[in-house]
T-cell receptor, first 112, second 113 residues
Framework: DAKTTQPNSMESNEEEPVHLPCNHSTISGTDYIHWYRQLPSQGPEYVIH???SNVNNRMASLAIAEDRKSSTLILHRATLRDAAVYYC?????????????FGKGTKLSVKP | ETGVTQSPTHLIKTRGQQVTLRCSSQ?????VSWYQQALGQGPQFIFQ???????GRGNFPPRFSGLQFPNYSSELNVNALELDDSALYLC????????????FGEGSRLTVL
């Protein structure tokens, strides 16, 4: 699977939007972009995924660059509960579903 | 709907011992994957089971083995424990191999002394 690059850490204020960037310059045409997050002392939690078009769900939005070499996870109003490590992962549609390759992710801190 | 549950939550073993970790997948899920997460690192894929057969394996030695049962629950066995095996072991289930979302349990924290 292709690799992703994320900042090690980011800070946000509560109730403000947060934009978490991810670079994936070697992405292939069949790679989906997945985001998971891991709250302290918990297992990872699925956030969102997409292929080419921007995606929205109840948790977040995913903005994908036109060339697909980068993407941004958007939390519209950060809460204290959003403090977590966020992982950006590429998945080949033809690959084994279980084989997610996690990097170190971005540790998001949310200040009251 | 019951989520993914893992047991035990914490355990301590000594070098050379063997350990078995258990995972109950979410209802309706036939695929289970196991991950190892060392402190400060992202999870690393160990292997996946689909309908009781191993269906993919990461870069882990043969002393890491697993099983999946007819009810799709799963076990991870680690023989000849080493100090570096100390980690959080995560189980994840999904309703099939080709779906987009994995559901993770809260993990089993293994300490090897």
């Amino acid at each position: 699977d292709a690799k992703t690059t994320q900042p090690n850490s980011m800070e946000s204020n509560e109730e403000e939007p947060v934009h978490l960037p991810c670079n994936h310059s070697t992405i292939s045409g069949t790679d989906y972009i997945h985001w998971y997050r891991q709250l302290p002392s918990q297992g990872p939690e699925y956030v969102i995924h997409g292929l080419t078009s921007n995606v929205n769900n109840r948790m977040a939005s995913l903005a994908i660059a036109e060339d697909r070499k980068s993407s941004t996870l958007i939390l519209h109003r950060a809460t204290l509960r959003d403090a977590a490590v966020y992982y950006c992962i590429l998945r080949d549609v033809g690959g084994s579903q279980g084989n997610l390759i996690f990097g170190k992710g971005t540790k998001l801190s949310v200040k009251p | 709907e019951t989520g993914v549950t893992q047991s035990p939550t914490h355990l301590i073993k000594t070098r050379g011992q063997q350990v078995t970790l258990r995972c109950s997948s979410q209802s309706g899920h036939n695929t289970v994957s196991w991950y190892q997460q060392a402190l400060g690192q992202g999870p690393q894929f160990i292997f996946q089971y689909y309908r009781e057969e191993e269906n993919g394996r990461g870069n882990f030695p043969p002393r890491f083995s697993g099983l999946q049962f007819p009810n799709y629950s799963s076990e991870l066995n680690v023989n000849a424990l080493e100090l570096d095996d100390s980690a959080l072991y995560l189980c994840a289930s999904s309703p099939g191999v080709a779906t987009g979302e994995l559901f993770f349990g809260e993990g089993s924290r293994l300490t090897v002394l």
